[in-house]
Structures are given as structure tokens and as C-alpha cells.
């Protein structure tokens, strides 16, 4: 299973970005998806999950600004992030889930993409 995700970059306070993230290979639409975060000096945090049925696990910070949603039938998942905050700024990493639930648990998480920067910054 390979994962590429794209559409990380550089923007400032208040604004906004779309990441997505398109998985080839064997995998199972059942699967759950979802995308961390890893900035400078921190543990990576689960940003969102979502099922194949669309619920959602979001974390508390992004609450309200950050929207993630996926096509199942082209086995992608989009993050869409309004109001970034600076402290939004990290690697943003897409995963498959071994599950079908919207864990927040990183073990539970088997395939990951590459990671995307997003700086946000005046």
C-alpha cells in the first residue's frame, strides 16, 4: 500500500489550506483513514479520522476549523483546515487503519504516507 499526500505549503494566520491523500494498492474500503501531525520536538497527534461510513474523530484543537472527509471509491481522504493557527505548523501525515473505527491510537495505524509541511506564518 502506498500513500501520497500533497497540498501542504506555506500560509498565513487566518487562512486556509486543503491537504489530500490518495492510497493504491490492497486495501479495504472498510478501512478507517485518517491524518497526524508531527511538529518540531513533539509526539505525532492524531489530527482526524474518518470511517468509511464518514463519522469523524477529530482532535480538540482543531475542532471547528479542520474538516476531514474521503471518496471511498478512489480510496482518497482530504483535510480541509480553516483558520490555521501558528501552531498548526507541522508534518502532516496521512495513515490506513488496520480498523475500521477512527482511533485515535497510532499503533492502530499501518500504512503512512510520506508527510506534507504546513508552515503557517505572517
Known amino acids: 500500500v502506498q500513500l501520497q499526500a500533497s497540498g501542504g505549503g506555506l500560509v498565513q494566520p487566518g487562512g486556509s489550506l486543503r491537504l489530500s491523500c490518495a492510497a493504491s494498492?490492497?486495501?479495504?474500503?472498510?478501512?478507517?483513514m485518517g491524518w497526524y501531525r508531527q511538529a518540531p520536538g513533539k509526539q505525532r497527534e492524531l489530527v482526524a479520522a474518518?470511517?468509511?461510513?464518514?463519522?469523524?474523530n477529530y482532535a480538540d484543537s482543531v475542532k471547528g476549523r479542520f474538516t476531514i472527509s474521503r471518496d471511498n471509491a478512489k480510496n482518497t481522504v482530504y483535510l480541509q483546515m480553516n483558520s490555521l493557527k501558528p501552531e498548526d505548523t507541522a508534518v502532516y501525515y496521512c495513515?490506513?487503519?488496520?480498523?475500521?473505527?477512527?482511533?485515535?491510537?497510532?499503533?492502530?495505524?499501518?500504512?503512512w504516507g510520506q508527510g506534507t509541511l504546513v508552515t503557517v506564518s505572517s
Open positions: 495513515a490506513v487503519s488496520l480498523y475500521s473505527s477512527a482511533s485515535s491510537q497510532v499503533g492502530h495505524y499501518r500504512y
Open positions: 494498492g490492497s486495501i479495504f474500503s472498510i478501512n478507517a
Open positions: 474518518i470511517t468509511s461510513g464518514g463519522s469523524t
